[in-house]
T-cell receptor, first 114, second 110 residues
């Protein structure tokens, strides 16, 4: 299957700072990318959907000013957690779709805010 | 909201077939049944999908009942590496979103 790469795989940041997570489709062009968050022992929760060149669509309850999503190219989407707090500590996962039916997932990024 | 119901956890002995059930009684005619799994601290991995016919690939088999209200994912010879959370999802094939339910936590016992 197609490869989706996230970077970094782990990040620790101080409370109040911002952190950027990258999601790249390595061997296909991703017209749509999705960002999920997963807390321990819970399922994946969809945060937002982004289409290349347009604004992201956020799910209800997700603060768009806190979780900034940029999908400027067909192979790269970024999620920036602004003014991070300890409660933002979570496992963030991206997924990319090439315009077909299937979506492929990155390996996830473990964010710890201290 | 997830449209499927799965048992929260299951055990299976190593080397035996693991049969994971899923109920999707409100499935629509154009919705497919997809299965993904998530090994601890990794992103989800696609396993298999089907519409109404049974499907088989190198990873698993998918058995869908004739009324399409339920399905079973079969891992024919489970290994310890199959320990994961398995998610059954119904979606229109070209739908934008994949919404995850709680899944089934499968433990493979040595």
């Amino acid at each position: 299957g197609a490869v989706v790469s996230q970077h970094p795989s782990r990040v620790i940041c101080k409370s109040g700072t911002s952190v950027k997570i990258e999601c790249r489709s390595l061997d296909f062009q991703a017209t749509t990318m999705f960002w999920y968050r997963q807390f321990p022992k819970q399922s994946l929760m969809l945060m937002a959907t982004s289409n290349e060149g347009s604004k992201a669509t956020y799910e209800q309850g997700v603060e768009k000013d806190k979780f900034l999503i940029n999908h400027a190219s067909l192979t790269l989407s970024t999620l920036t957690v602004t003014s991070a707090h300890p409660e933002d500590s979570s496992f963030y996962i991206c997924s990319a779709r090439d315009g077909g039916a299937e979506a492929f997932f990155g390996q996830g990024t473990r964010l710890t805010v201290v | 909201d997830a449209k499927t119901t799965q048992p929260p956890s299951m055990d299976c002995a190593e080397g035996r077939a693991a049969n994971l059930p899923c109920n999707h009684s409100t499935i629509s005619g154009n919705e497919y049944v997809y299965w993904y799994r998530q090994i601890h601290s990794q992103g989800p991995q696609y396993i298999i999908h089907g519409l109404k016919n049974n499907e088989t690939n190198e990873m698993a088999s998918l058995i869908i009942t004739e009324d399409r209200k339920s399905s079973t994912l079969i891992l024919p010879h489970a290994t310890l590496r199959d320990t994961a959370v398995y998610y059954c999802i119904v979606r229109v094939r070209r739908d934008d979103k994949i919404i995850f339910g709680k899944g089934t936590r499968l433990h493979i016992l040595p």
